[in-house]
């Protein structure tokens, strides 16, 4: 009776392996496409600092004077260098966020940043969506949090002794 408790142990434990292989993947991905997505705001943001600069036509003026751009053009400007600035920021943190999730995931590492990330991915339709529900639904298993515990017990983190007098023989005078 336990050799077939073995073999489903040994099945799931596949499983799981192969999942997180492949929300490894997807991670991947995913994470270039929200890069090359981050990019598109880049526009906008010149546009809106053509609008602040100047640079975009105005009413006409009186040869030989430079007036600022009027009210509603200035806060536009704002408001699309703002917007953009925002949008790409977000974006290229997500998308280096993501990264790091599916290295963890590879690496069976960071179980609550992979889980809080896959429901900040949830947010970019439809594609994260799909990607962290599927990632959560198998990120609960226990199995699999098993694993990420059995994996941060094996690695001790290195603690920093503040009497420690360690030095390095290359950079001493």
């Given at each position: ?40 705001p880049v526009i906008h943001l010149v546009i809106g600092l053509a609008i602040l600069g100047g640079g975009m036509p105005g009413p006409p003026q009186k040869q030989g004077q430079v007036q600022p751009p009027p009210f509603p053009g200035l806060f536009l400007g704002w408001i699309f260098v703002i917007v ?90």
């Amino acid at each position: 009776m336990s050799r077939y408790h073995d073999d489903d142990d040994d099945r799931q434990r596949e499983a799981d392996s192969d999942h997180l292989r492949l929300l490894s993947i997807f991670y991947y991905v995913f994470s270039a496409l929200m890069a090359l997505c981050g990019t598109f705001p880049v526009i906008h943001l010149v546009i809106g600092l053509a609008i602040l600069g100047g640079g975009m036509p105005g009413p006409p003026q009186k040869q030989g004077q430079v007036q600022p751009p009027p009210f509603p053009g200035l806060f536009l400007g704002w408001i699309f260098v703002i917007v953009a600035s925002v949008a790409i920021v977000f974006a290229w943190t997500l998308s280096i966020c993501c990264m790091v999730v599916a290295r963890s995931l590879r690496r069976r590492r960071r179980y609550l940043f992979c889980l809080i990330i896959a429901g900040v991915a949830c947010l970019q339709q439809p594609f994260g969506l799909a990607l962290g529900i599927f990632t959560i639904i198998v990120l609960m298993r226990p199995s699999v949090k098993a694993t990420f515990e059995r994996n941060r017990s094996i690695e001790p983190r290195a603690e920093l002794d503040p009497h420690d007098t360690y030095r390095d023989e290359r950079w001493s005078d």
